[in-house]
Each structure stands twice: as C-alpha cells, then as structure tokens.
C-alpha cells in the first residue's frame, strides 16, 4: 500500500469511528473522505478478499444478510455492508470498518448497487455475481429493465472467471450469452402445471421474450413476472434450476417455513419475495461448500433487517416498518398486509428524493384495490408527496374519514400513540424509512439510527 492509500486508510478509519461512536452513524461518509484522497483505495483495501456481489432491485440487503449468516457458519467473520449503503464510498466504508482476520478464508459479501456493478467489478475483480430481479425501479436514474440489466453485465463482463449465481425464474438472466459459469435457483414446477399455459397478469412488465420480443407464457408463476416461462414463438425457456425451491409449508406475517432440495428451513420474516432472498442466499452457500444443516441453522438465527419488515415497539403498539420502492415491491407488501389476522393501523410515508425515485407515479400500478380493507382501522398518510398518497388511496375505495395527514414524524408517532389497533405497519420510501428511523433515535426509541 502506498503512501497516498495508507493516508486514505487512516483517515477513513477516523471518521468512521468518531462518526460511529459519537454520533452512532455513518456509512458513507469516510467512504467518500478516503476515495477523495485515493480513488483506487477500494483496490488496495481488498485485494486479499474473495469478493461476492448481490446486485438486483428487490431483496438485495436481505439476501446480502441472509448469505452472511449463512457463510459465517462455516467461515467465520465475514466482511459485508449490512446498512444497506450500497454505493461505492459505502463499500469502502464497509472495508474501513471491517476488522481483518490473520487466519482463515476472507470473504466479504456486498450489496452494490445495479448502476455500480462496473466500476466496483473495475477494482474489485468479485468471485461470485448474485442476481436477485429486475423491476422497474426509479426510471429516472435507472430507465427501463433492460437499461439496467446492461449496467449489471457491463459489469460481469470484466470478470468471465466469476460464477454468475441467477435467480432463474427471471427471464432477463439468461438472456445473454456470456463465458461465465452460470447457476440458477428457483421454484420447482409441480407436474400437474407442466401442461400449463397462460400469460401474465396485465400491467406486468419484462414479459416479453428476450430473444425474439413476442410474449411469454408461463406454466407457473411466483409472482409478477417470475416463474417457469417459456416462448411458444422461438423455444426460448427458463434454464434448468441448479437449486429449486420444493415446497411452502407455512405463512404468517412474520415468518416462513419452506424447503428447499431435501431439507426444511424457516425464516422470521414474511413474504413470497424472501422466499427467493433465501433461495438466493441458499444457492451461494452450497456454491461455496456451506452444507444444507449449516444453512437451516444460519437462516434459523437471522435478525430483520432496518426497514425490512423490522418490529418497533412504541408505547403499547408493535410497529412493522417495511421500505417500499416500486410496484412489485410493494404490491407483494401489500400481499403480505392480506394475511394479517388482526386489524392494524395502515400509516405510508411517500418521498421523492433521488433516493427513492423522483416520479411518484409508479403508486398507481400498486394494487391498493385489492388489501383486505376491513382490517385496516386508521390511516395515517405522510411524507412529503402525502396528498398524491392520500388521493390514491382514496381513489383505491378507502374511506377518507379514516385517513389523517400526518406531516410531520413527531405528529406521526403521536397519532401511533392514539391508534386504535396495537398492531400498525408503515410502508415508507427510502428516505421517508431514513428520516423516521432518524426520529426513533432521536426519541430514544432506537439504539441506532443505522444498523
């Protein structure tokens, strides 16, 4: 390491830790002062790592963690940036913060965001790619999926040593040929759907066929455009799964049970969309030589995630913040609101930052028609885009007497306070998510206001 890296280091270092220990945050920051300094510090500080990368729009912090667990059963410490800070000063914060072992194998996973994926690839050199979806997601930065999905090969391309490691349920992933090794996971399709035939729901995007653009029929879907796809027009079909997912065994709101292969495993987190994080975070691990008891066990003591289905108790109410960013994603939120067996609070929390996709538009391709509406007793609508929330939720069928505009944070947790139900979830875009958690700490509710 040479003089300008070593200066880098060191002042990386120090910010990272009197902005972690005084002020209980910063992922970024000392990221950004050490890159100042040098732009290649990323290089230096992880040149004797084997790099894994999970990129994707949807699920990428949670596979990340889900993958750690995972791996730590069998290695140990492993290197990630579990705030989710997936951009390149992020990163580097995570080497800046990492405390390097002597002995062992050094791993270090990370989330990076799809736009990224070149350049971190450019220093970096991974091992492993992970591919967890693509959906429309802030089109104002990233444009349409195949815009994006260019970015992330873009990137892969440099690296034609690397495992490329796919959900296999998305078209979009094997539908470029590349010298890569490639392995897919997804959902077994039961024999009595083999001889299915039908296409996507309306308004579902990326089901055209990558190959020959006509559309793709299915003979099983998961959800929006992922599952066992073929093309009646020119043969194009999902690849063979290397790792499938066999069975659902049960659901609740907060946790999952679900085998994968010969062995059943459990999750305290609800979601079709985490069955596929776990999936994904199952399929690294046997790549990597992790057994099947080893995972059970790591998926078994995994922790929620900031922002990610994560339980607040606040006074006498059980909060469940989830971050919300597109239609998908929240449309599955939304699902998952469907097999709540209490009455709840509903309380949403829009922003339009670049953060979380300047256009609001993508509320309207949710499906608010479709929640169970009777057991939502309140909502509470925020955030700083809080009146086109509270017209789309009118126009959806909610009752506007039921709705109170809440302006503020502190006026949120206060009409939370006098909320008719114990239970109360918040869907809230990234800096809404943020700027909350924020409040939390600041009220001493939260110990950080990053984990």
Known sequence: MNLKSGIAKLSGKTSHWVLHNIFKGGTSFPGKLAMR???NILANLAKDYEIIIVTGTNGKTMTTALI?????????????NP??????????TAFLSHKAKR????LAVLEVDEANVKRVTELLHPKAYVLTNIFRDQMDRYGEIYTTYDKIIDGIKLAPDAVVIANGDASIFSSVELPNKKVFYGFETKADEMTNDFR??????????????HIIHYHAI???NLGDFFCPNCGFKRPNLSYKLKEITERTPNSIKFRIENTEFSIGIGGTYNIYNALAAFSVAREFDVSEDEIASAFAKNKRIFGRQELISYADKEINLILVKNPVGLNEVLSLLNTEKSDYTLATLLNAHHADGIDTSWIWDADYEGLDKTKVKQILVGGERHHDMGFRLEVAGFDPGTMEVTPDDNTLLTRIKEAP???????????AMLALRSTLYDQKILKNKIN
Request: proline share 3%.
């Open 83 to 92: 705030s989710g800070s997936n951009m390149q000063q992020g990163i580097i």
């Open 222 to 224: 998961s959800y929006a």
């Open 200 to 213: 996507a729901s309306v308004n579902t995007d990326g089901v055209l066929c990558p190959r020959c653009n």
């Open 421 to 431: 139900t114990k239970k109360v979830y918040i869907l809230a875009t990234y800096t």
């Open 37 to 39: 300094i040098d732009p």
């Open 68 to 80: 750690v667990n995972a791996l730590k059963e069998k290695y140990g410490e492993i290197l990630t």
């Open 103 to 106: 002995h062992g194998r050094k």
